[in-house]
């Protein structure tokens, strides 16, 4: 194998392989360099909502074009993503009834499939669910979830499929950089250059940045999440952030339900600690919470558990754009939302890299330099961050 290369891409999750494979699809051939395997971080242990449903219109507007993907995956990259369209509610209290408003008109200016419902029009979506406190929801009968795993692996076969390059079990320990650009990275497997390097190491990210003169406000997002096994009383449900109970649920294959909290994660931990179990109580703290919204869960079980690490800004939103040495982009910081905009992701990143600007969606909104001057990204009608009450790593 050449070790020179059209560009190189640190990471194989679900957002270096997509703008691998966007890479490609323009007929850039990029080397792929992934320390473990492909999705060995944040996107295994993702729980794969696909939904529009935001308060920013930028991540509304990757979201809805990221949904394209998942909605023709075969046709449009090949492979499987898993996509399951079961609905989408984004339940509320009265108090955000004006913003919920405001932001699905916002969806709809999108395109996007949304409309606002009442807690009467939750109980007939969903039988089994309590609905006396559902002050407004918004319902998206288009979305749902999709396998995060998956996706990954058919976004990268696809890539290599076209020309690009995959190196696993290489890890990048520093990066070559000439007359202020980039020219390559050095790896536990030998150096490789490239005039293009990506970061999009996910959690680790900042270290990789730091390779290159690059400091990032970049921390970590340690989130748990539960598999219950739904009593026959519940029967099928839609996809749910129920942002009054603080928590997010959908169903999964063979009759379960995955439930997580959002106002359980913990900030802060090494990107490389220990993900062995989940949070002491959390199990018994997730089944509380989900049998407040569906009572009849007090018949189910537990199935299993997991714990995911995904990179954390302080605003809650990625951080996309060049940075350092010509040629070295960060494409990372997706606090626990960036599976349904990679697609979208990797295509805008795919134009910034060959065109200087992205036309699919202007995401200059992410640039690197907004925490320097102080700017926080927030929605037009903000709901406030999305993760509350982080205990400390
Ligand atoms: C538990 C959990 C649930 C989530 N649920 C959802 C959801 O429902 N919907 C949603 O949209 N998003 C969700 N997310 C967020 C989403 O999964 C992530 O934002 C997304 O997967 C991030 O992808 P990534 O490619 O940036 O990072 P990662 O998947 O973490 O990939 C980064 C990769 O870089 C590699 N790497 C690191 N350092 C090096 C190095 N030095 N050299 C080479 N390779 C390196 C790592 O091994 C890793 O494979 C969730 C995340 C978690 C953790």
């Known amino acids: 194998m050449s070790n020179n290369h ?3 891409v640190i990471g194989a999750g679900v957002v270096g392989v997509s703008i691998a494979f966007h890479l490609a699809e323009r007929g850039v051939k990029p080397l792929i360099l992934e320390r473990r395997q492909v999705a060995f971080g944040a996107t295994g242990a ?7 449903h935001y308060d920013l219109e930028l991540e509304s507007h990757l979201a809805w074009v990221s949904f394209q993907y998942f909605r023709n995956w075969r046709e449009r990259v090949g492979g499987e993503c898993g996509f399951t369209r079961t609905g989408f509610l984004y339940i509320d209290s009265a108090d955000h009834a004006g913003k919920l ?43 749902g979830y999709a396998d995060a795993t998956l996706t990954a692996n058919s976004f990268l076969a696809a890539a290599r499929e076209r020309g690009a390059v995959f190196m696993q079990d290489c890890e990048v320990t520093g990066l070559q950089t000439a007359g202020g650009k980039v020219a390559g990275v050095r790896t536990t497997r030998g150096d490789f250059s490239a005039p293009v390097v990506v970061n999009a190491a996910g959690a680790w990210a900042a270290m990789i940045s730091e390779m290159a003169g690059v400091k990032i406000p970049l921390g970590t997002w340690t989130h748990d999440v539960a598999h219950l096994r739904r009593p026959a ?3 099928e449900h839609p996809t749910v952030i129920d942002n009054s109970l603080k ?16 106002d359980d994660s913990r900030i802060g931990e090494p990107a490389d600690a220990d993900l062995g179990y989940v949070a002491k109580d959390f199990v018994a703290r997730a089944v509380d919470r989900i049998c407040m919204r569906i009572p009849a869960m007090e018949q189910g079980s537990l199935h299993s558990s997991h714990v995911g690490r995904d990179s954390l800004t302080p605003d809650q939103r990625a951080i996309i754009g060049p940075a350092g040495p010509q040629g070295f982009y960060l494409v990372t910081g997706f606090s626990g939302t960036g599976f349904k905009l990679s697609p979208a992701v990797g295509r805008c990143v795919a134009e910034l890299i ?12 992410f640039d690197p330099t907004r925490f320097e001057r102080g700017e926080h990204l927030k929605g037009e009608h903000d709901y406030g961050v999305i993760w509350r009450n982080l205990g400390e790593g």
Do not use: C, W
Request: charged content about 20%; cysteine-free; hydrophobic content about 40%.
């Open 101 to 143: 408003r405001l932001n699905v008109e916002m969806h709809q200016r999108l395109g996007i499939p949304s409309l606002v419902i009442t807690g009467a029009d939750v109980n007939r979506l969903a039988p089994s669910f309590r609905t006396e406190d559902v002050g407004i929801a918004a319902y998206e009968p288009e979305s």
């Open 354 to 365: 060959l065109d200087g600007k992205s036309s699919t969606v202007d995401i200059s909104g």
């Open 247 to 262: 928590m997010y649920f959908r169903p999964d294959s063979g009759g379960l339900t995955l439930v997580a909290l959002e």
């Open 233 to 235: 009383a519940v029967g």
């Open 46 to 52: 993702s729980s794969g909502l696909v939904r529009m």
């Open 6 to 8: 059209d560009a190189i």
